[in-house]
């Protein structure tokens, strides 16, 4: 992994800040949001040439297009993107397309605290931050053996639900899983599920304050999946399969949700104790990041997964979310990442969010 030593020393040389991002997943809104706060950018894209659908949207459009023949090749030419004093914002498909070793590796100014990966990445790791946070989860079972109820079962890593699938015994569940893929089972509750983006500030100290920074919430949304739908989840599997049909959790698009006021304490106190947790075991998260949940009939939360970057669903949001806007008009997820960039970089405290 890249030290931070090494970082800090590159940032040093730092003047006038770029933000790139990998052309693919949020990066529309992250261009948006960087050129609103002042910021070159710059798109990474694979092939040998620039991608068109950015002349579609020319407010979205990267200033300068960084062209690679694989995304391996991002990790060999990482001074060339310091020598134009670009800061990475990570997204999921960045890491993902890279591969989170390799992102560890690369040696280039990262919006985040890239240590919060392995916490991540690794879903026994992932449940002993989350429990330890005493955020109530799914029932996970060890063995398919013990499967005696319904179960999502899903790959590690982040892969928008391809692969995921949904079993209520051992012999469905060997009928479908991938050999040689590390994979997790939980127990499949039933509810509606919402997805919390929150952004976490070591920076502010107003608003919802922590033990150090504040935290907000900048929107919620549901997803569409392909070719699942909600009603046939659990009772029509089986027929389905004998026509040849396997249910899948391919994310296609974003819904956006308002959630009921009532339960926005219980939102706020879980993103808390989920940040607190954080802090004490690999010094904090930064920045934007999402609980995966479901609501139960009885109002209660259920947290599956946490993503501790920014999420496709804040794509819904690029002119502020009915959460954002109470805060400040129009701020997007992406806006706000280059906001607290600008921040840190008025006060020199680049180092305290960049890694």
């Given at each position: 992994m890249v030290t931070r030593n090494e970082i800090l020393g590159i940032l040093g040389d730092y003047r006038d800040l770029a933000v790139v991002t990998v052309c693919s997943h949020s990066s529309l809104q992250l261009f948006h949001g960087a050129r609103q706060e002042g910021f070159r950018t710059i798109g990474i894209a694979v092939g040998n040439k620039p991608p068109k659908f950015y002349d579609a949207f020319p407010r979205a459009k990267p200033d300068e297009f960084f062209l690679v023949d694989s995304y391996d090749?991002?990790?060999?030419?990482?001074?060339?993107?310091?020598?134009?004093?670009?800061?990475?914002?990570?997204?999921?498909?960045?890491?993902e397309y890279m591969g989170a070793k390799n992102f560890l590796k690369l040696r280039?100014?990262?919006?985040?605290?890239?240590?919060?990966?392995?916490?991540?990445?690794?879903?026994?790791k992932q449940r002993e931050w989350l429990e330890g946070a005493g955020v109530d989860m799914p029932k996970r079972f060890r063995r398919p053996s013990d499967i005696d109820r319904p179960v999502f079962v899903k790959y590690y890593g982040a892969k928008g639900g391809k692969g995921a699938f949904i079993a209520k015994t051992e012999k469905e569940f060997r009928a479908a899983i991938k050999p040689g893929q590390k994979y997790t089972i939980q127990e499949y509750v039933v509810g509606t599920r919402y997805y919390v983006h929150y952004f976490y500030s070591p920076l502010l100290e107003d608003g919802y304050r922590l033990s150090r920074g504040s935290l907000e919430m900048l929107g919620i949304d549901r997803r569409d999946e392909a070719n699942i739908d909600e009603m046939y989840k659990l009772g029509a599997q089986e027929s389905l399969r004998e026509?040849?049909?396997?249910?899948?959790?391919?994310?296609?698009?974003?819904?956006?949700?308002v959630l009921r006021e009532s339960l926005l304490p219980?939102?706020?106190?879980?993103?808390?104790?989920?940040?607190e947790a954080s802090l004490d075991l690999f010094g904090g998260m930064v920045g934007p990041f999402c609980l995966e949940t479901i609501v139960t009939d009885r109002l209660r939360f259920k947290v599956f997964e946490i993503s501790t970057r920014i999420v496709a669903g804040t794509n819904l949001f690029?002119?502020?979310?009915?959460?954002?806007?109470?805060?400040?008009a129009g701020m997007s997820t992406g806006r706000r990442i280059?906001?607290?960039?600008?921040?840190?970089?008025?006060?020199?405290?680049?180092?305290?969010?960049?890694?």
């Open positions: 090749e991002i990790l060999d030419r990482a001074d060339e993107l310091v020598a134009k004093n670009a800061v990475a914002v990570p997204h999921g498909s960045f890491v280039l100014p990262t919006f985040g605290n890239r240590r919060v990966l392995s916490w991540e990445s690794d879903r026994e026509y040849g049909l396997y249910p899948t959790f391919v994310v296609t698009g974003n819904v956006p949700v219980t939102a706020f106190e879980m993103g808390e104790r989920v940040v690029i002119s502020g979310s009915p959460y954002s806007d109470l805060r400040e280059a906001r607290e960039i600008r921040l840190a970089q008025k006060e020199d405290r680049l180092g305290e969010i960049l890694s």
